[in-house]
């Protein structure tokens, strides 16, 4: 399968152009996936095939397969993408021309990520980001990027590199009207992408050049330029969209000039080329593609959301069916515990079946939420609440001289059950430690002295907890809290009430 996209690769560099025979290798390596159905080879094959046709600046062609890879990489299940770099860097070019610039941004920084710093991608990379950026309109953030390239470009010696970053910081000179900071630039550009055969590199600047010339009103220095632009994009069919843009300029050289015999061959070139790139790299053609691309990644997230909305549903079923379960289990044991009592004890078992579905809709209510510390907040109280009323109801059995002994019994276990276990503690603990980390953190440095249980209470009164909830969740006397709390304040003389004890 890979030896196929490999060998389709290669024809494509052989013809430079769209041919049979890499499309009929990357269909087949494709069907191949498809029916191995692994997402890492579905990632490699999709994006390769659609780096072909984006290549040849086929972006509609391009579309679909970029999308199921795209797709793939967002749901962040693959362990070890295969060419990790060079598939985050071709979904990323593609995204980023169909206007796409964050999605081109996050990509191209995961594609950085899997890059050593003296490798030539690195400088391309970052050059790209900035690009993205520059597209975004954030011109300082492009500015930093570039400029970064073409450091790191010189540190490896990367000539061709080197000279797009020049011919991109031209371009924020070009927009702030730095016209002849902009033409130096562009003119090292061309000189180095010249001795180093980087034709199309050479071509960008060129168009460019031209139109900065336009600006400057040295309309022969443009004419020559776009001469000179124009012979290596008749020498490539696929190169029309640039084709176009020469025309355009030539257009608006021919209305300040007054060139009549210019203006009409730039207007039919700009009614033939115009139906040509409708359909391919056109603005026209960009912009299909990008609401395209925009409709079926709201599908993509619209099927995630459903699978979502079903699974949280299925959560909820759960949690009502072990609810019912235990309600019905609680009230069979309640009600033979009331065939073995008097009826002046029936008051008593009643309570009890009410404290016990109380501390199950307190359960199901945390669970159907996402754990944070706002649902323990919750939990906790309306568990601190129970337990207060169960030992109200123990006291009262406790004064009773009539035996009871199987309702204190059921109602110890009861409240047993709502103090926090270590396991619910940690539980806790870790959600504290992903919401508060800084807080957190402050503790360990400036309190390393801290016992468990003063930890314990100082965590528990950053979350707003009152003294005697914090008795009851740690099943200690509100005597101790207050006292450590007062002891904390004196040892500390202040400064732990910078960190909530008040």
């Not at 990379?125 to 450091?151: P, T």
């Not at 002994?405 to 110890?412: M, S």
């Amino acid at each position: 399968m890979v030896n196929k996209v490999l060998q389709a690769e290669a024809y494509s560099k052989n013809f430079d152009n769209i041919n049979s025979e890499s499309i009929s290798l990357y269909l087949e390596a494709l069907s191949e996936a498809e029916k191995i159905n692994d997402e890492n080879l579905l990632v490699y094959v999709n994006t390769q095939v659609g780096f072909f046709y984006y290549s040849y600046n086929e972006y509609i062609k391009a579309m679909p397969f970029f999308i199921k890879s795209s797709n793939l990489l967002d749901k962040n299940t693959i362990d070890n993408i295969i060419q990790p770099a060079d598939v985050y860097k071709k979904n990323a070019y593609f995204f980023g021309s169909v206007n796409e610039h964050q999605k081109s941004i996050d990509y191209l920084l995961k594609a950085l990520a899997f890059t050593p710093s003296n490798s030539k991608l690195y400088a391309t990379f970052l050059n790209n980001i900035g690009s993205s950026y520059y597209k975004l309109g954030a011109v300082e953030n492009a500015r930093n990027y570039f400029i970064k390239s073409r450091e790191v470009s010189l540190e490896n010696n990367d000539k061709v590199r080197y000279a797009k970053t020049l011919g991109d910081l031209a371009l924020i000179h070009f927009d702030q009207k730095e016209y002849q900071k902009a033409i130096l630039l562009l003119q090292q550009d061309i000189e180095i992408s010249i001795q180093n055969n980087a034709d199309r590199n050479t071509m960008y600047a060129q168009i460019l050049l031209s139109k900065v010339y336009v600006e400057t009103n040295e309309f022969d220095k443009a004419k020559q330029t776009l001469a000179l632009a124009n012979e290596y994009v008749l020498s490539k069919d696929y190169l029309k969209s640039h084709a176009y843009e020469i025309a355009q300029i030539n257009l608006s050289i021919a209305l300040k000039t007054n060139d009549t015999a210019l203006e009409l061959q730039a207007r039919r070139a700009l009614d033939v080329l115009g139906a040509d790139i409708v359909t391919k790299d056109g603005q026209e053609a960009i912009k299909l593609v990008g609401w395209e691309t925009q409709k079926e990644q709201f599908y993509s997230k619209l099927e995630a959301e459903k699978d979502k909305v079903e699974k949280v549903n299925l959560k909820l079923w759960i949690v009502f069916g072990s609810a019912l379960f235990f309600i019905v289990f609680v009230f069979f044991m309640v009600r033979s515990i009331q065939l073995r009592f008097k009826n002046k004890e029936s008051l008593y078992q009643k309570n009890i079946l009410q404290y016990k579905i109380n501390q199950l809709q307190s359960e199901s209510k945390l669970n159907e939420y996402d754990l944070t510390l706002k649902s323990y907040q919750s939990y906790l109280s309306d568990q601190n609440k129970q337990m207060d009323l169960i030992e109200k109801e123990l006291d009262k059995l406790n004064t009773n001289t009539v035996s009871k002994d199987q309702a204190k019994v059921f109602l110890q276990e009861i409240l047993d059950q709502q103090k926090m276990s270590g396991t619910n503690w940690l539980a806790l603990k870790n959600i504290f430690v992903k919401e508060e980390n800084d807080y957190y953190n402050a503790l360990l440095e400036n309190f390393p002295d801290l016992s468990e249980m003063n930890f314990r209470i100082v965590i528990l009164n950053k979350m707003d907890l009152k003294p005697a909830e914090i008795a009851l969740v740690l099943n200690i006397k509100i005597d101790v809290v207050d006292d450590a709390l007062q002891r904390l304040r004196k040892k500390f003389k202040g400064m732990f009430d910078k960190h909530s004890i008040n």
